[in-house]
């Protein structure tokens, strides 16, 4: 079973390794739509994502110097959640974290075929048709 830290350490390097390996154009800001399904005043969801953060600034993506993050949180609200996650796409986020919201996901994927989209704390994410096996996972969590 993994760690939280380190799920989110792993999380944070997918989601930079694959424009990092890009050649890099300078001085390009790159834009991380998150979208949390649940409350902003949630404390778990809340350091969750400020462990994402920080993992990307430690991994030299520090928001106001080359990101912009646009955090959005559904409040337990499904039409909020969807709604949220097409403004994310209109934001031209160059990827977005889904945290706790499968309908978000959906949406999502639904709505955009060029925007990668990473998600986490979703249950049975084959059942929805996020991935095509559980044999797909690169782990257990």
């Not at 959005?72 to 499904?78: A, E, H, P, Q, Y």
């Amino acid at each position: 079973m993994i760690r939280r830290r380190e799920f989110i350490a792993g999380l944070g390097g997918a989601v930079a390794w694959p424009r990092a390996a890009r050649a890099q154009q300078p001085n390009r800001v790159r834009r991380v739509g998150i979208l949390v399904g649940q409350s902003e005043n949630d404390p778990y969801y809340r350091s969750f994502v400020a462990d994402f953060i920080e993992e990307l600034a430690r991994l030299g993506w520090v928001e106001g110097r080359n990101l912009q993050i646009h955090q959005r949180w559904g409040n337990d609200d499904l039409e909020r959640t969807r709604a949220l996650a097409k403004e994310l796409i209109a934001l031209q986020s160059d990827v977005i974290l889904t945290v706790a919201t499968a309908s978000g996901t959906a949406t999502l994927q639904r709505e955009s075929r060029t925007i990668p989209v990473v998600f986490t704390i979703i249950s049975d994410p084959v059942g929805l048709g996020f991935v095509a096996a559980s044999s797909s996972l690169p782990f257990a969590i």
